[in-house]
């Protein structure tokens, strides 16, 4: 279990584009945030003694990473090549994540594609259990992290990944995003009441054991009457209001994790950061 709240960047720092992972993660950490997050949205690509040396930086330097999986998994998919290429990745994004040292693996759950809520979910469980198996007979150490999604043609509202959670809690965390929580409901995210909420509703379903460490992505949106439409500097919209978040996290003591999703990356988790330290 981790005692602390952390910051970090999703994906290599803004300054260091281009270097080597393990410059990325040191970089991270000399800046004072605590957290970084791998991206293999478009695909599981890395080295494996790239990967091992990043995971060696982070051990020594106490940066938590954690990885994101391919946006085109689809576990609600009802089309065979599809699911085979969602189990694929899945399982490749965890094995790297292994080699990382890497506590969790984030992924979008899916897309209805015009079936049913709950013909989506089946499609999902059925999927998600037999990565689940093999997850178990190759000793993978990484959890699954399924993502709370931004637009509403998405699987995966918070009532939907936390049933998820519940049905594979060994396996599966939740991972709050609380710009797509928002965006999928029109704004959703006004008051510190919106967020209590949020957690209150993770605590009676999974326990107040779920919000230790929990895995969080955060950035302001923009967002219309589908969804999400894109992610925008810290301090352009106040949608949702960060500060809010901020003031519940330092009441509560919660020890997240949260990972920065504004174009800005590092340079707005340090703005996360230090508004945190303010109140
Ligand atoms: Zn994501």
Partial sequence: MD???????????LALKGKRLA????YTSEIGLSAFEVEFVR????RKDDAIEAGKIAKEKDIILSCHGPYFINCCSPEKEKQATSKRNLLEAL???DLLGAK????????YQGQSPEIARDNAFKLLSDVIETMKKEKINAVLGCETTGKPS?????DENLEMCKNFPKHIKPVIDFGHISSRENGKIKTIKDYEEIFKKIKDILGKEALEGLHCHFSEQEFTEKGEKRHVPLGTNNHPPFKLLAELIKKNHYHFTIICESPFLEEDALKMLNIVKEI
């Avoid at 410059?23 to 040191?26: F, Q, Y």
């Avoid at 969790?104 to 897309?111: A, D, Q, R, S």
């Avoid at 998405?154 to 918070?158: A, D, N, T």
């Fill in 104 to 111: 969790i693996v984030v992924f979008h759950p899916g897309f």
């Fill in 43 to 46: 695909g599981v690509r890395i």
């Fill in 23 to 26: 410059e990325g993660v040191m």
């Fill in 3 to 13: 005692n602390k709240l952390r910051f970090g960047p999703a994906g290599m720092p």
């Fill in 95 to 97: 094995r790297a994540a």
């Fill in 154 to 158: 998405q699987y995966g509202g918070l």
